[in-house]
C-alpha cells in the first residue's frame, strides 16, 4: 500500500496544456480572435478577471479531492508573488487561485504547476469541475472509510478523456465520508456518500442537485454501489448529461434542469438505461489507490483542550487536525510563505469547501507550540469560533454581477463577533454570505445565511441582504435555507451581535442544534429580534446606511450589468415599475399633475439600470432614457415629447401634464412589456418587430451575428439554427458556425453549398470541434 | 427574425426547405387566411395552415357540429357534437399551435358582409357547400382582388382551382358562368360522399395557399384540377378567361354581390 495519496496528471492534460501554449501565442499575435482563444482559455481553468484598469486573469488551480503537497503550496504561493497580486485565494470547491496574471504568463505558470503535479484544466467552461471530497476524510473518527482514494482516482478518470471538457455545463461531483456529509454529495450533480453493506465497501449515490439558480436539493439515484463502480455512474451521468442537457441556455444547461425538465421518475430512468450502456460497453477504469500514512502510536495521549473549533480529533488517538481560516480565504504571500516554512514535515494538508486550509497529522505533543507558531504569523488565521469567519463570495468589487460587497461584510462580521465573549461566539453557527441572489457563497447552506440585494427607500438604494435561516447539509435531510427579513447591510453585524448575545442567555438553547431550536419558537425570536435592525432613517439623519461596507459613495447599481447576478437588479426595475403605476393611479384619481410626473420619471428610471445608470437626478434620468430607449428605437418616438414636457413641467414652463395621461399609460405599458422580456441576460427578449417600436435595430443584429456556437445541437436542428444566423446577413457576409465533429460537420457544410452558400474554410480545433466559414450566397 | 427555441423546432422541417427556410416561415407566420366553411373541406385545409404556422387562419361557419359530419369533418370530435363548428376547431388549433391567432365567424356570408370580412385575409379558402356560396365567393374575391382556392367534392370525385383575380387569371364564374338552378344538382346529403376525399382535396387547397403565401411554384391557376378517388386519376383540365365573364370579363355585367337562392346542405 502507498503511504500518501497518489494522483497523477493524465497525459493528456499534458499534451492540452502544450496546444494551450500554442493557442496563448497566436492569441497575442493578433492570430485568432478573443471569442475563439476563450474556448481554449477557460476549460483550462484561466478566467479573464473583472475590475482592473488592463486585461489581467485568474488561474483556478485544481486540487483534487482536497489533496494537496507542502510543495504544491510552496510552488502556488511563489506563482502567486511572482506572476500574480500576491496572495492564493482558497475557494468553496477545493480551488487555489493565483489572481491577476498576464495572459503571457499563463503558459509558464501551467507548465511550472504541471511540475509539481497541478493543473488548473477543467477550472473553469462547461467541464467536469474539481471532484470534491470531505475535508476530514481519512482522519474523521465517524467516517465509514476514507473516500480520498475514490475522489482522486475517479478524477483521473474523467480527466483523461477530452469529452469531459466539453459538456452542456459544468459537472460538479462530491464525495463525503461520512453520513453527515461534509463532502455536500447532497447538493452536487453527483454525490457520492460512504457506506458498508454486508462487510462491502461503496456508496450511496445522490444526482442532480445543486445550488445556483434554480437550486434543488439532489435526490436519491441508488441506494447502494460497490465502490468500483462509481466510475459506470459517473460515465453514465456524463453521457446521459451530455446528451439532455441543455445547451442553448446555459442558465438552464445543468443536469437538475433535466431532472426538472423529465421529472424524477423519467430522470431515473434514462440514467439507468446510460448505466446499463456503460455496464454492457465496459469501460477502462482507473486503479483505487488505497493508501495509509505511516504514523506513530501515541501511547499515552495528552489532554487537549478542544474549546477552539478549528481542532479537530482525529481518528487515529493522540492525532488532531487544524483548520486555517484566513479572512475572505485570502493567504498573502509573505504569512503564507512564512507559515509553511515553519509548519513540520510530518503534517499533510487539504483544501477545504469552506475556504480554509487543513493541517492534518499534528500530534497531541505538537499541537500547543505549533498554534503558536501559527498566531505568531497571524492570530487571525485561527478564529477560535466558526462563526466568526463567515464565508462570502468575492462580492461586486471583482465580480461585476454581484450588488452587495460581501466580503466587506464578512470583515465587518469577523471584526463584531471576535470581540464577544467567547460562549457569546460559540451561540453562532457559520455565516454564509452571497453578494447576489446566486450562490457562490453558498448562502442557502448554511443555518444563517445572507443574500444581497438592493432596496429602494426614499428614492434611494440601500443595500440589503436577505436573511436566511435553517439550511443544512446531511444525508437524506439537507435543505435549503428559507427567506426571513431584509435587512440593511449596515445593521447586519449588530444584529449577528444582538443573536449572538440573545442566544447566549436563552437556556433553551444549544448551540450544536441551532436548526432545532429553530423548529421550537426559535424562528419567532429571531425575526422579532431582527425586526428591530430594519429601520431606515432619512438620508440626513445616517447617510451610512445608504452606502454599503467599505464604501464612501452612496451604494448605486451603476455600472453593474447583465449577468447571473441580474436577479437582484430585477427587484429594482420591479420596484420602480409599481411606484409608477401607483403615481399614474393616483394622478388620474386625484388629477394631480405632480404625480403624472413622478410616474413619468419613475417609469424612465425603471430601466436604466440595465444600462448601467443609476441617477437620482430627473434631468439625467429623462435625457438618458431618451438617448437610451426612444433613440435606439426600443420605445416609440412619439413619446419624446412627452419626456419633454415632463421636463417643461419641472422648470415651470408647463404646468399641466394631465393631458399627456393616455400616452404615460402607454408609456408605462411600454416599459412594462421590455421589462418582463429581459432573459437571463439582461436583453430585451422580444420579436424583432416588437423591438423595434421606432426605428430598425436590424444592424445591431447582423452586426452581432459574426459568430453561430452549435456545439452541442444535433442534426437537424444545427442545419436550422445555421440558417436562421445566416438569414439577416448580408449577400456576401461571412459568418463562422461552430459544428461538432461527426455528424453535424459531415452535414451541415454540405446542406449550406446546396443552398448556394460559400464554404470558404472548415477547421478542426483541439477540443475536436470545428469552426466553419461560410459566406452567404 | 426572432424566433424561439420552440419554433425552431416546431418549424425546423420547413426551414430546412430551401424554397421556405427561415424567411418563409417567417412570411408564413406573419400571413393570414380565411376559410369559409369549417366542414369536410375547411377542417382538413385548417389543420395543416394551422400546423404550417399560417399565424392568423379566420374562420366562417354558422353550423353547430352534428354527427353525421364526424365521418370526414375531422377537426371535429364526438364530444363537439352540438358545439358551433368554428369553436370547436378553434379549440383544436389552439390546442395544435399556439402560434396561430384563430379568428371565428359564427355567421353566414352573404353579400352584405363577405367583402369586409375577406379584406381582412391574404388568402380564402372556399370550404363551402353550394352553389351560391360559391359564387359569392367567386365574385367577392374578384371585385376585392383576393385569391382564393376554390373546391368542391361528391361522392368519389372532387375538383379545385385556385383564383389570383390581380394577376388576371380565369375565375370560378369564367368556367361555370352562372349556379344551376336549385334542385338540379344533387347535394352530398343526398349523393353522399366519401370521407377521405373531403381531407384530400382541402389538404390541396391548403397547399396552394402555402405556395402562394411563399411565393413558390407554380399555382393551378388557369387549371381545373379533377380527381376520381376510384380510378385514381388526378386530371387537369385547362381553363381559359372567358372574355364575357360576368364578373371578370371585358364589359362585366356584375357589379353588385347577387345572394342566389338554394337551401344549405351539410358537406
Known sequence: ?777 | MDFTEEQLERYSRHIILQEVGVEGQQKLLESSVLIIGAGGLGTPAAQFLAAAGVGKIGLVDADQVELSNLQRQVLHHTPDVGRLKVESAKNKINSMNPDVEVKTYRDYLYSGNIKEVIREYDFIIDGTDNFPAKFLINDAAVMEDKPFSHAGIIKFTGQTMTVVPSEDTPCYRCVFIDPPPPGAVPSCKEAGVLGVLAGVVGALQATEAIKYLLDKGDLLTGNLLNYDALSMDFRKIEVKKNPDCGVCGEDPEITELIDYEQGACEL
Open chain 1, 1 to 777: 500500500m502507498n503511504n500518501q495519496p497518489v494522483f497523477e496528471i493524465p497525459e493528456t492534460v499534458k499534451e492540452d496544456t502544450e496546444k494551450y501554449e500554442g493557442e496563448v501565442e497566436r492569441f497575442l499575435a493578433g492570430e485568432i480572435d478573443a471569442v475563439r482563444f476563450k474556448s481554449y482559455r477557460v476549460p483550462m481553468g484561466v478566467y479573464s478577471q473583472r475590475g482592473a484598469a488592463e486585461k489581467k486573469y485568474m488561474v483556478r488551480v485544481r486540487a483534487p479531492g482536497g489533496v494537496i503537497t507542502k510543495e504544491q503550496l510552496e510552488v502556488l504561493n511563489e506563482l502567486a508573488a511572482e506572476y500574480g497580486s500576491g496572495y492564493l485565494h482558497f475557494t468553496t470547491r477545493q480551488d487555489v487561485q493565483i489572481h491577476a496574471v498576464e495572459m503571457e504568463d499563463t503558459p509558464e505558470i501551467l507548465n511550472k504547476l504541471l511540475e509539481v503535479g497541478l493543473s488548473p484544466r477543467g477550472g473553469g467552461g462547461n467541464t467536469v469541475r474539481n471532484v470534491a471530497n470531505a475535508s476530514r476524510a481519512g482522519v474523521n473518527p465517524e467516517e465509514v472509510f476514507d473516500t480520498t482514494p475514490h475522489a482522486l482516482a475517479l478524477t483521473e478518470y474523467l480527466i483523461k478523456s477530452r469529452s469531459s471538457f466539453n459538456l452542456p455545463r459544468k459537472y460538479k461531483i462530491a464525495f463525503s465520508s461520512t453520513a453527515a456529509d461534509e463532502g455536500l454529495a447532497t447538493v452536487n450533480d453527483l454525490g457520492f456518500i460512504a457506506k458498508e453493506v454486508d462487510g462491502e465497501r461503496g456508496f450511496k449515490v445522490y444526482a442532480a442537485g445543486g445550488m445556483g439558480n434554480g437550486a434543488a436539493v439532489a435526490i436519491l439515484l441508488e441506494e447502494f454501489i460497490l465502490e468500483e463502480e462509481i466510475f459506470h455512474v459517473a460515465e453514465a451521468i456524463k453521457r446521459f448529461f451530455d446528451d439532455y442537457g441543455d445547451r442553448s441556455n446555459k442558465h438552464r444547461a445543468r443536469l437538475r434542469f433535466v431532472r426538472k425538465r423529465l421529472g424524477e421518475e423519467e430522470f431515473i430512468a434514462k440514467y439507468q438505461q446510460y448505466l446499463a450502456e456503460v455496464l454492457e460497453e465496459g469501460i477502462e477504469t482507473e486503479e483505487i489507490k488505497y493508501f495509509q500514512i505511516e504514523r506513530e502510536e501515541v501511547v499515552e495521549p495528552e489532554e487537549v483542550n478542544l474549546s477552539a473549533d478549528y481542532i479537530y480529533p482525529e481518528k487515529e488517538i493522540g492525532y488532531y487536525s487544524v483548520e486555517l481560516r484566513p479572512e475572505n480565504g485570502d493567504f498573502k504571500y509573505a504569512e503564507f510563505k512564512e507559515l509553511l516554512a515553519k509548519l513540520p514535515d510530518n503534517i499533510s494538508y487539504r483544501t477545504t469547501n469552506r475556504q480554509s486550509l487543513l493541517l492534518r497529522g499534528i500530534k497531541d505533543q505538537q499541537l500547543e507550540s505549533l498554534i503558536g507558531e501559527i498566531k505568531g504569523v497571524n492570530g487571525e488565521f485561527l478564529a477560535a469560533n466558526v462563526a466568526t469567519t463567515p464565508i462570502a463570495c468575492k462580492g461586486a468589487s471583482t465580480c461585476n454581477l454581484g450588488l452587495c460587497l460581501s466580503p466587506n461584510l464578512a470583515s465587518e462580521i469577523r471584526k463584531e463577533l471576535s470581540a464577544l465573549a467567547a460562549e457569546k461566539e460559540a451561540a453562532l453557527p457559520q455565516i454564509y454570505i452571497s453578494g447576489c441572489p446566486n450562490c457562490c457563497g453558498q448562502h442557502i447552506i448554511g443555518k444563517i445565511g445572507f443574500e444581497g440585494r438592493a432596496k429602494r427607500v426614499d428614492g434611494k438604494l440601500v443595500p440589503h441582504y436577505a436573511l436566511l435561516l435553517g439550511g443544512r447539509v446531511a444525508e437524506d435531510k439537507s435543505r435549503y435555507g428559507e427567506k426571513l427579513i431584509d435587512l440593511p447591510a449596515r445593521r447586519i453585524p449588530k444584529f449577528l451581535v444582538a443573536l449572538a448575545e440573545q442566544l447566549a442567555e436563552d437556556e433553551s438553547y444549544e448551540p450544536t442544534k441551532f436548526n432545532q431550536y429553530l423548529e421550537e419558537q426559535g424562528l419567532d425570536r429571531i425575526e422579532a429580534l431582527a425586526k428591530e435592525f430594519t429601520d431606515i432613517p432619512a438620508y440626513a439623519e445616517e447617510p451610512e446606511i445608504y452606502r454599503d461596507w467599505g464604501q464612501e459613495e452612496d451604494f448605486s447599481l451603476a455600472g453593474r450589468g447583465a449577468g447571473e447576478c441580474g436577479a437582484g437588479v430585477m427587484d429594482i426595475i420591479e420596484l420602480d415599475l409599481n411606484t409608477a403605476r401607483d403615481n399614474y393611479q393616483e394622478a388620474i384619481e386625484d388629477e394631480a399633475d405632480d404625480l403624472l410626473y413622478q410616474a413619468i420619471v419613475n417609469a424612465a428610471r425603471a430601466l436604466l439600470i440595465i444600462k448601467g445608470i443609476d441617477t437620482q437626478k430627473d434631468r439625467v434620468i429623462i435625457e438618458e432614457f431618451k438617448a437610451e430607449f426612444i433613440d435606439s428605437g426600443l420605445v416609440a418616438e412619439e413619446n419624446r415629447e412627452l419626456l419633454n414636457s415632463a421636463l417643461d413641467y419641472q422648470l415651470g414652463d408647463v404646468d399641466n401634464l394631465l393631458t399627456w395621461q393616455d400616452q404615460v399609460e402607454k408609456l408605462i405599458e411600454r416599459v412594462e412589456k421590455l421589462f418582463s422580456s429581459l432573459n437571463s441576460k439582461l436583453e430585451f427578449d422580444l420579436p424583432e418587430e416588437e423591438l423595434k417600436a421606432g426605428k430598425s435595430v436590424k444592424d445591431e443584429v447582423a452586426e452581432s451575428t459574426d459568430v453561430a456556437d452549435l456545439r452541442g445541437v444535433e442534426c437537424p436542428m444545427n442545419f436550422v439554427k445555421a440558417k436562421v444566423a445566416i438569414a439577416p446577413l448580408e449577400s456576401g457576409a461571412s459568418l463562422e458556425i461552430y459544428l461538432d465533429e461527426g455528424e453535424p460537420i459531415a452535414n451541415v457544410p454540405q446542406s449550406l453549398a446546396e443552398e448556394g452558400h460559400q464554404i470558404l474554410s472548415k477547421e478542426q480545433t483541439e477540443e475536436g470541434y470545428y469552426i466553419l466559414k461560410v459566406e452567404k450566397a
